[in-house]
């Protein structure tokens, strides 16, 4: 029914009691009652209908129940922790209570907008790893996203401008090398002499090494002449060959794309 294709937001927040005072401990009671209503709110007529329920107030280790069960109904649940803490929390409750489900998350930058320095390259790739399997539809059945209040404040690029940001290369087919290369430096990789973090590339004649955001690892490309003759998966440390590819999806590392347009 629609429940099955609801979209399910369980937003946390602490130190609110129920008659509006902040910095007061919820009592066991206020504790059941929180646990009766959230059960109530996915059960409510309404969340049926309009196919999204909006659950905050849940107690900490009750919340991540609750996420389970929707995932177990097929639902897509977005959390939105208070903090990185709080995240990681509960990363650790889903892997217990559903370890087969898909749980992806969403981190804030580790600095502030404006700053002068740059956001963690590995965070930008996690960042940008998720916003292009989300506007791709690449995530399979449903899944839990986790972030958290400082992520889901900050301005992300259109679904559309991610969808159309991409390189696809395909073994045995022709490939632009100069394409890929400006590529690469319009969507935010540095050239180093090895890669070891996501968001490098390296250029050794006709070889290609990427590490692309996601968790997966760096991928090689081996051109022979303009023709993609190899592609794989390898690990950074001993450089062996750890999955043999056929196609290779590369998606920007910055959230800052250098097209025409900007």
Same mark, same amino acid.
């Given at each position: 029914?629609?429940?099955?294709?609801?979209?399910?937001?369980?937003?946390?927040?602490?130190?609110?009691?129920?008659?509006?005072?902040?910095?007061?401990?919820?009592?066991?009671?206020?504790?059941?009652?929180?646990?009766?209503?959230?059960?109530?709110?996915?059960?409510?007529?309404?969340?049926?209908?309009?196919?999204?329920?909006?659950?905050?107030? +849940?107690?900490?280790?009750?919340? +991540?129940?609750?996420?389970?069960?929707?995932?177990?109904?097929?639902?897509?649940?977005?959390?939105?922790?208070?903090?990185?803490?709080?995240?990681?929390?509960?990363?650790?409750?889903?892997?217990?209570?559903?370890?087969?489900?898909?749980?992806?998350?969403?981190?804030?930058?580790?600095?502030?907008?404006?700053?002068?320095?740059?956001?963690?390259?590995?965070?930008?790739?996690?960042?940008?790893?998720?916003?292009?399997?989300?506007?791709?539809?690449?995530?399979?059945?449903?899944?839990?996203?986790?972030?958290?209040?400082?992520?889901?404040?900050?301005?992300?690029?259109?679904?559309?401008?991610?969808?159309?940001?991409?390189?696809?290369?395909?073994?045995?087919?022709?490939?632009?090398?100069?394409?890929?290369?400006?590529?690469?430096?319009?969507?935010?990789?540095?050239?180093?002499?090895?890669?070891?973090?996501?968001?490098?590339? +390296?250029?050794?004649?006709?070889?290609?090494?990427?590490?692309?955001?996601?968790?997966?690892?760096?991928?090689?490309?081996?051109?022979?002449?303009?023709?993609?003759?190899?592609?794989?998966?390898?690990?950074?440390?001993?450089?062996?060959?750890?999955?043999?590819?056929?196609?290779?999806?590369?998606?920007?590392?910055?959230?800052?794309?250098?097209?025409?347009?900007?």
């Amino acid at each position: 029914g629609a429940r099955s294709r609801g979209f399910f937001l369980l937003q946390i927040s602490r130190g609110v009691a129920r008659n509006g005072r902040r910095g007061s401990a919820p009592s066991p009671v206020d504790i059941r009652a929180e646990a009766d209503t959230s059960a109530q709110a996915m059960t409510a007529p309404a969340s049926v209908t309009s196919g999204r329920i909006t659950l905050s107030g +849940a107690p900490e280790g009750f919340d +991540a129940k609750l996420l389970a069960r929707e995932l177990g109904r097929g639902a897509t649940v977005v959390h939105v922790a208070r903090d990185d803490k709080r995240l990681e929390a509960m990363r650790a409750a889903l892997a217990f209570l559903a370890p087969n489900a898909v749980v992806v998350d969403f981190p804030a930058w580790d600095c502030l907008p404006f700053d002068r320095v740059s956001p963690n390259p590995d965070i930008s790739a996690r960042r940008m790893a998720t916003l292009a399997a989300l506007a791709k539809g690449a995530l399979p059945g449903p899944f839990v996203l986790l972030t958290t209040l400082s992520a889901a404040a900050q301005k992300v690029p259109a679904a559309e401008v991610l969808r159309e940001a991409s390189f696809v290369a395909e073994v045995g087919h022709r490939i632009d090398e100069e394409g890929l290369r400006a590529f690469l430096v319009r969507m935010g990789f540095v050239q180093a002499p090895t890669v070891t973090e996501p968001g490098d590339y +390296a250029i050794r004649g006709g070889i290609f090494d990427i590490y692309p955001p996601g968790q997966e690892g760096p991928v090689r490309l081996d051109l022979f002449g303009d023709v993609l003759d190899g592609a794989r998966r390898f690990d950074v440390a001993s450089q062996r060959t750890t999955e043999t590819l056929k196609r290779v999806e590369l998606a920007p590392v910055s959230e800052v794309i250098l097209d025409e347009a900007a």
